[in-house]
């Protein structure tokens, strides 16, 4: 999929491709995974950029710097679109070839090869940052990079309270999420502050093949 490919470049026709784009990803964030917290940024740049092309194209409106307000408005919308696409829609195997059609996008090219299985883990930063809430960072365990590895979609993390020892392994924890991006961020009840929470984590790739859960990391419930 080619980034100049799947927006239009006519005001006109980016008008409606981006309505339904955001449409279709709002009513499927569930069955997609698609982070909610992208949706109402991504509309509001769509409800501006409407409203200023609106303005740009009335004659009795039309002027020098309503035409530059659109082109502005324009550029933020499209740069939008385009993250989404790359970050939350091309590698997700949530979405089927009949979801990307209804998002107007190009159909992944068949018989390319597949995406390698995860073969290393990630390494995760821990931070209580406000009460409670624990954010957490993930990065590849043998990369100096911050990136994710090749072919991998996300990471899965298996967590739970021990507060009498920790867990020997991933499986003697029942709670687990799933992300596609760092950082993740858990919330916890106001009865949970002061317990020892434990994580394990492992990459999972776009094909749903998951790699070696990495070493159990802790912390406290601020």
Not at 23 to 48: E, F, G, Y
Request: hydrophobic fraction near 35%; charged fraction near 25%.
């Amino acid at each position: 999929m080619k980034n100049h490919d799947f927006i239009p470049y006519k005001d006109a026709d980016l008008e409606t491709w981006a309505t339904n784009f955001i449409t279709r990803l709002s009513q499927n964030a569930a069955a997609w995974d698609i982070p909610n917290t992208i949706l109402a940024p991504l509309s509001a740049l769509n409800t501006a950029w409407k409203q200023k092309y609106s303005l740009a194209e009335a004659p009795a409106t039309r002027t020098p710097v309503a035409v530059e307000a659109k082109n502005e408005a324009g550029r933020a919308l499209r740069q939008a679109l385009r993250s989404t696409v790359n970050e939350y829609v091309r590698y997700n195997h949530f979405i089927p070839d009949t979801g990307r059609l209804e998002l107007q996008l190009p159909l992944p090219k068949r018989g390319r090869t597949p995406s390698p299985d995860p073969t290393t883990h990630p390494r995760a930063q821990i931070k209580p940052v406000e009460p409670l809430q624990i954010v957490i960072s993930f990065y590849d365990d043998e990369s100096e990079s911050r990136a994710k590895p090749a072919g991998v979609h996300g990471v899965e993390m298996k967590w739970g309270f021990g507060d009498d020892r920790p867990p020997a392994d991933a499986d003697e924890l029942t709670n687990s999420v799933f992300d596609t991006h760092t950082p993740l961020t858990l919330t916890f009840r106001g009865a949970d502050r002061g317990r020892r929470v434990y994580f394990f984590l492992r990459w999972e790739n776009t094909r749903g093949v998951k790699g070696p859960w990495s070493m159990v990391y802790s912390a406290v419930v601020p």
